[in-house]
């Protein structure tokens, strides 16, 4: 996980996240529970979310 975007600006982040894995159904579930564990941040707004599979 990494900020890639919008850095330096106050209250707002754009994260990046990678996973790798061989399966295609391990990577799903671990990228979801990334994306639940900051939905139940009572401090985080979750706007945006989208999965790039290359």
Do not use: H, S
């Amino acid at each position: 996980m990494a900020e890639v975007g919008d850095d330096n600006v106050w209250q707002r982040a754009r994260l990046g996240i990678a996973c790798v894995g061989g399966e295609q159904k391990w990577v799903e579930r671990i990228v979801n529970g990334v994306r639940e564990l900051l939905q139940k941040e009572p401090d985080v707004e979750v706007i945006n979310f989208w999965i790039e599979w290359r």
